[in-house]
């Protein structure tokens, strides 16, 4: 089955740069879909289709993917972007809806 | 658009899980979206279980397909889990929510209902 390989956790200092990577099999190949989680909150889509954000979602977080990786960044980071982030796909293959294990982003 | 879980708090293992899923805002007979429950162990991460399709046709987890089954109360716009021969590893935080449809694939989820924990002891 199709795997999502993320980095358990990623810390930065407010005003840096966050990227959040996501590793897959040809990962270029799919669409990726990434989610913000704030303690005892339901997750929220940030970025869909590699590189879309939604609505009310800020210009500071986008996404790209190419290759193996799919990355999701946050520039000038806030203490308010400390969740945990998760990437998603289809697998077309196994036909089952696929998520990466998730990164933790702590802002020092 | 608002989902919202419903149902037991607390169950037995070996027993049933049922949970009902109330969508307001949009009608789960709607061709452009999946209809999915997803869940998520305490501390862990997200796992897909399955959608639902407004023709009548389900997608299900592998690892869950022998237990799982997920069907719709179209009049009343709901749609259900139910969850066979529990065990604590199924205790987790079950969420519902919409599936976007694109080229007859599912994309990315939005939105998520609140979620409702399930903990299955005796």
């Known amino acids: 089955s199709y795997v999502l390989t993320q980095p358990p956790s990623v810390s930065v200092a407010p005003g840096q740069t966050a990227r959040i990577t996501c590793g897959g099999n040809s990962i270029g190949r799919k669409a990726v879909h990434w989610y913000q989680q704030r303690p005892g909150q339901a997750p929220v889509v940030v970025i869909y289709?590699?590189?879309n954000r939604p609505s009310g979602i800020p210009e500071r977080i986008s996404g790209s993917n190419s290759g193996n990786t799919a990355t999701l960044t946050i520039t000038r980071v806030e203490a308010g972007d400390e969740a945990d982030y998760y990437c998603?796909?289809?697998?077309?293959?196994?036909?089952?809806?696929?998520f990466g294990g998730g990164t933790k982003l702590t802002v020092l | 658009l608002q989902l919202q879980e419903s149902g037991p708090g607390l169950v037995r293992p070996s027993e049933t899980l049922s949970l009902t899923c109330s969508v307001s805002g949009d009608s789960i007979n709607s061709r452009n979206y999946y209809w999915a429950w997803i869940r998520q162990p305490p501390g862990k991460g997200l796992e897909w279980i399955g959608n639902f399709y407004y023709s009548g046709s389900t997608k299900y987890n592998s690892s869950l397909r022998s237990r799982v089954a997920i069907s719709a109360d179209t009049p009343n716009n709901q749609f259900s889990l139910k969850l066979h021969s529990l065990t604590a590893a199924d205790t987790a935080v079950y969420y519902c929510a919409r599936l976007f449809r694109i080229a007859s694939r599912p994309y990315w989820v939005d939105p998520w209902g609140q979620g409702t924990l399930v903990t299955v002891s005796s």
């Open positions: 998603q796909v289809w697998d077309g293959i196994g036909d089952h809806v696929i």
């Open positions: 289709d590699d590189d």
